[in-house]
């Protein structure tokens, strides 16, 4: 039990449409970031938010896009799906000043 | 791109100690080794890190040589559940002000046999 918890589980879309992907954390994890990882690939960062504001972002366009809330929550939305965007989406959380992340279970995004 | 070198793959038996190395030979002097393991179909768990002490904890060991080059990530007993594909990561240590990035590779995918 990692206290991140993450919906929809599984999701379909087609291309050009629109997701909105949902983290809750727990108290205390005031820092959440969120990765994408293709299949047999390793985890990639895509940002991070910290008091409600992005302050670290990875190789990822525009069209990905986020929000943190003051419940310890956050969102990922992702704009103008492509095929390529189906992926495990893992949401991360965490106390500012240590190195452990507890990782959420992931949304499977699935984009025909 | 990941900063640390891994075996792909790598098999041990049910209860004896599973060794999984790790190069990072570039590493500078701030950053630190931290191990997480991933499950099939989980999110990544974190195991483990440190700076250049050996450090232990409940689930591992975790050996860095005085270089600081390479480490290795010990399971003392291993069991079955054990099965999951392990990343080796360097970073920054201290989450300023949410520094989360991490930078996964491909990892060791660790099995364990009967």
């Known amino acids: 039990e990692t206290g991140v918890t993450q919906s929809p589980t599984h999701l379909i879309k087609t291309r050009g449409q629109q997701v909105t992907l949902r983290c809750s954390s727990q108290s205390g994890h005031n820092t959440v970031s969120w990765y994408q990882q293709a299949l047999g690939q390793g985890p990639q960062f895509i940002f991070q938010?910290?008091?409600?504001?992005?302050?670290g972002r990875g190789n990822f366009p525009p069209r990905f896009s986020g929000l943190q809330f003051p419940n310890y929550s956050s969102e990922l939305n992702v704009n103008a799906l492509e095929l390529d965007d189906s992926a495990l989406y893992l949401c991360?959380?965490?106390?500012?000043?240590?190195?452990?992340?507890?990782f959420g279970e992931g949304s499977r995004l699935t984009v025909l | 791109d990941a900063k640390t070198t891994q075996p792909p793959s790598m098999d041990c038996a049910e209860g004896r100690a599973a060794n999984l190395p790790c190069n990072h030979s570039?590493?500078?002097?701030?950053?630190?080794v931290y191990w997480y393991r991933q499950i099939h179909s989980q999110g990544p768990q974190y195991i483990i890190h440190?700076?250049?002490n050996n450090e232990t904890n409940e689930m591992a060991s975790l050996i860095i040589t005085e270089d600081r080059k390479s480490s290795t990530l010990i399971l003392p007993h291993a069991t079955l559940r054990d099965t999951a594909v392990y990343y080796c990561i360097v970073r920054v240590g201290s989450l300023i002000q949410g520094a989360q990035k991490l930078v996964f590779g491909q990892g060791t995918r660790l099995t364990i046999n009967p």
């Open positions: 938010y910290y008091r409600e504001e992005e302050n």
């Open positions: 570039t590493i500078s002097g701030n950053e630190y």
């Open positions: 991360a959380g965490g106390p500012p000043n240590t190195g452990e992340l507890f």
């Open positions: 440190g700076l250049k």
